[in-house]
């Protein structure tokens, strides 16, 4: 069972950049439009940055790659983004156009958005069961028309929040369409993890609703915790009147660094072809096969048992940086050796205006006490019918709960158990 980044398959790698896989990005809801806009933006800054670190040759080759996957470009020579924005209120799509037009270096598509003028009130059923039926055409034709500008499909990127209703409910009908329709492409759900304080009342219902439906129809889960990078605002940059663009700008920083090219393996001069080409499969071992020895180190120093680790570096010293502490057999789970759990990918080239930089994508038991914690709650409320009308009467009914508890649950006791 997998809740963190579980991709599936490994796309074939090639020579250079004249051929890179692109990526279509779905900016769903008013999360997914402000995030959207923040990634696009950090992409082509860093890419157009002037680089001392790396050759000529090698930058040049590296915005080539970028421009690839996440741009098409006008006869003006202006960047286009990959993108389809969708919301169903018109005012944050039309804030994104704009300032995406203002920065005169790139732009969205003319005819690449869909709104309408009425939201989902903060209800999953409502985008599920309402907006998604009733404009699953429009909005799908806008996607058809992205795919058939690019030479070669990698995936689909798609930003949603989990907690609202037209993100999160029709983020999970769109999700499922793309995987009916497009079953052999990549889909990458990236889910903004609500504030435990809490912003909706019913965060708690539309969260699990939202997780059980992408677990099954989506390949990878690509977690962020606002409380975390509320942290990260305040600890780390001391920014003390924290805003949501505040937040939105390090969740950029953050997927840059892991999406923008890296070389293919060691020692290699070619960047990937697939930007999102991790292969964390989990092949749990046949049952009577020995699994490793486990040793109790982790849970003495409180690790995350772990699936599968990648660390992507960048900058100066890349190929220096000592790693052997992601090969420690107690980070990762008794079946599965550490070099076959743990990856690297490095280069030379910068990332934006960092010296040097590294990320960790890792597949572990983190969310394990976030996700029971929301089942739990969600579970609370619905023992006392709270607020279940707003849901039966646009078509989830309670055994709808009821199986995405039963799902979420089995999902806890098997990271759990790792």
């Known amino acids: 069972m997998n809740l963190g980044l579980s991709v599936a398959h490994l796309f074939e790698e090639i020579g250079l950049v004249c051929v890179s896989m692109s990526i279509i990005t779905v900016q769903l809801g008013q999360c997914g439009n402000q995030i959207g806009f ?45 993108a389809v924005l969708v919301d169903m209120e018109p005012k944050v799509i039309n804030q994104t156009l704009s300032k995406a037009a203002q920065s005169g270096q790139w732009k969205y598509g003319q005819h690449s958005c869909f709104c309408q003028k009425q939201g989902s ?3 999953w059923a409502y985008g599920y069961s309402v907006h998604g039926p009733r404009h699953e055409e429009s909005i799908m034709d806008l996607i058809q028309k992205e795919v058939e500008k690019c030479d ?24 499922q369409n793309l995987q009916d329709q497009y079953s052999n492409s990549l ?47 305040a600890k780390l940059m001391n920014i003390k009147q924290i805003s949501f ?34 292969d964390w ?42 790693l052997g502490g992601f090969k420690e057999p107690a980070l990762y789970t008794s079946w599965l050796e550490p070099d076959n759990a743990f990856s690297v990918w490095r280069t030379q080239r910068a990332f934006s205006k960092y010296e040097k ?33 707003q849901y039966t009467k646009f078509g989830i009914e309670e055994e709808d709960f009821l199986d995405s508890f039963t ?12």
């Not at 670190?53 to 790659?65: G, M, T």
Request: charged share 15%; glycine share 8%; aromatic share 8%.
């Open 245 to 278: 663009s505040d937040i939105n700008q390090v969740l950029a920083h953050q997927l840059g660094s892991v999406f923008q090219p890296t070389y293919s393996e060691e020692g290699s001069s070619h960047y990937r072809r697939n930007p999102l080409g991790i």
């Open 152 to 175: 070669s499909l990698s995936g689909f990127f798609i930003i949603m929040s989990m907690a609202g209703g037209t993100g999160s409910g029709l983020g999970a009908f769109i999700t």
């Open 357 to 389: 930089s590294a990320a960790l994508v890792s597949n572990s038991q983190f969310l394990v006490k976030p996700l029971d914690m929301i089942v739990g709650k969600a579970w609370n409320m619905f023992a006392s019918k709270a607020y279940i009308h």
């Open 121 to 123: 009130g903060n209800n």
């Open 38 to 82: 923040e990634v696009f933006d950090t992409l082509f800054s860093d890419s157009h940055c002037s680089q001392g670190l790396c050759s000529k040759r090698e930058n040049e080759a590296y915005q080539a790659s970028c421009k690839e996957r996440f741009f098409s470009e006008e006869e003006n020579g202006v960047p286009i983004a990959r």
């Open 281 to 322: 499969q989990v092949r749990p071992p046949l049952p009577g096969l020995p699994t490793r020895g486990k040793m109790s180190l982790n849970k003495e120093l409180h690790f995350n048992t772990s699936i599968a680790n990648t660390v992507v570096l960048r900058g100066k010293d890349v190929h220096s940086a000592d």
């Open 187 to 233: 889909k990458m759900n990236h889910i903004i993890w609500p504030y435990g304080t809490g912003e909706v009342i019913v965060q708690n219902y539309n969260s699990i609703l939202t997780l059980s439906h992408l677990y099954r129809s989506s390949d990878a889960l690509l977690v962020h915790e606002n409380d975390a990078v509320h942290k990260i605002c």
């Open 407 to 418: 799902l979420l649950e089995q999902v806890v006791a098997s990271y759990r158990n790792l």
